[in-house]
């Protein structure tokens, strides 16, 4: 190589540095400006050592009451209702359907949520969530927008992401035409809460008086969560109320360990969540689907004695453990907490789950409830265990931009909420029957 050669390599190297610099510094700005352009700082993480103030007997009595937070652009009053100003705490009116046809460019689906994370920012959107615990469940919705022409069954669409000397370099702002994007967050009372998932109830016709709730897993930021719920939503053809819980994931660094502390952390938060989900007029079916580690906070819950949960008796209709980051030896001594809490249970297992993968790289070395060994997945009593490195298990991953390789997962889940039917090959001509050492199970085809 020459002198001449060299400089011209090195005069490339420092013009992508550089070119890095400026869009990140350009990306960074907006996510934490308020509406009137006021940049709002973090709040302290108080990072509780102990178990949750909700495992008390009245959880309602130990919240402080919860702000309204419009997200409407320059608003003051939004963000002094941030501060906790509220002074009007009537029941928004319940107007927008869960699928909102209102353009000819981009869907709107509306997912309703539960999160013990704490408001990071507003922007012109509403509240944006971060990865700092709160120490209280909030209650709110989000709309979601849908790209009609690019979106893929399986697939969320997000900005795409180039790899150059180690470091991300994004695409220009996201599109509603091209991408999911935030079209309105609202933080909203327990009534208002209730009634706008109420409506949505009550209005369903292919799934009606049905509702689903999606926990999140490993590494995922609120958004990512609310994206998954509505993608699921949509391409499910679910009219029903979607809901969706999310735990404080950093989903930015992979620090197993401070996740899985904050998913055993929120089972309680949760416990109040699915409460109001259960008691919401017009819903009669709840199915809850859970990935990875989403799984540890529905364990901290099942297992906790004395939770509204655990005194509903079998209240979950189709129990979906999708990739579940929990201990296969410990899982078969507690498979009782969750058989009794739900109806049916489906364990989707998946040799190739990205979430699944990136989790163990930071646990033990213990088989995962979720992953496929050489004689098949785990078998337990009461649950069905499917199979499904065939297909991928992307239907819940966080592996953004790929492709789910097959819709199989998707119409086999579809097929579950809509009838419940067992066995599962009855539902679904792609599985197929295996008799393993342990017990029998299905393994899912292309």
């Not at 507690?334 to 364990?347: E, P, R, S, V, Y």
């Not at 592996?399 to 998707?410: F, P, S, V």
Request: glycine letters at 10%.
């Amino acid at each position: 190589m020459t002198e001449s050669d060299f400089i011209w390599i090195l005069i490339l190297v420092l013009t992508a540095a550089a070119l890095t610099l400026y869009l990140r510094s350009g990306q960074r700005t907006p996510a934490r400006r308020g509406g009137d352009g006021r940049t709002h700082e973090a709040p302290v993480d108080p990072r509780p050592s102990g178990p949750p103030e909700v495992w008390v007997a009245d959880l309602q009595s130990s919240l402080s009451p919860m702000p309204r937070i419009t997200s409407r652009r320059g608003s003051r009053a939004a963000e002094a209702e941030l501060d906790g100003d509220d002074e009007d705490d009537t029941p928004a009116p319940a107007t927008v359907p869960a699928k909102d046809d209102r353009t000819t460019r981009y869907w709107v689906q509306r997912v309703f949520f539960g999160t013990d994370r704490a408001v990071e920012a507003m922007d012109e959107h509403g509240a944006v969530f971060g990865h700092r615990r709160a120490g209280r469940l909030t209650l709110g919705h989000t709309d979601i927008t849908i790209p009609r022409e690019a979106h893929r069954e399986d697939r969320i669409e997000r900005l795409t992401e180039y790899g150059f000397f180690s470091v991300t370099l994004r695409g220009k702002a996201c599109n509603p035409e091209h991408h999911f994007t935030v079209f309105e967050t609202e933080i909203l009372s327990e009534p208002a809460f209730m009634a706008m998932a109420s409506h949505v109830a009550e209005g369903a016709e292919r799934f009606a008086h049905t509702a689903f709730v999606f926990i999140h897993g490993f590494n995922t930021t609120f958004a990512d969560a609310t994206f998954r719920a509505a993608q699921l939503a949509h391409d499910l053809g679910f009219d029903g109320p979607a809901f969706a819980y999310s735990w404080p994931s950093d989903g930015e660094t992979e620090d197993y360990a401070s996740d899985l502390e904050s998913a055993r952390n929120a089972g309680g938060f949760m416990d109040r969540f699915l409460e109001l989900v259960f008691e919401t007029p017009g819903v009669e079916k709840v199915h809850i689907i859970a990935h990875s580690m989403g799984n540890a906070a529905l364990e901290a819950l099942l297992t906790r004695s004395g939770t509204r949960l655990g005194q509903r008796g079998q209240a979950i209709g189709q129990l979906v453990l999708a990739a579940p980051d929990l201990d296969a030896g410990s899982f078969e001594t507690m498979a009782d907490h969750f058989t009794a809490a739900a109806k049916g249970i489906t364990l989707y297992a998946c040799a190739s789950d990205r979430a699944l993968l990136a989790s163990q790289q930071g646990s033990d070395t213990y088989r995962r409830l979720g992953d496929v060994g050489p004689d098949g997945p785990v078998v337990v009593q009461g649950i069905d265990s499917i199979d499904v490195t065939q297909v991928g298990s992307d239907l819940f991953s966080l592996n953004r931009n790929a492709y789910a390789q097959d819709r199989g997962l998707l119409d086999d889940l579809g097929a579950l909420f809509s009838t419940g039917q067992r066995p599962p090959g009855r539902r679904l001509s792609k599985l197929t029957e295996v008799a393993g050492p342990r017990g029998i199970y299905w393994r899912m085809a292309r």
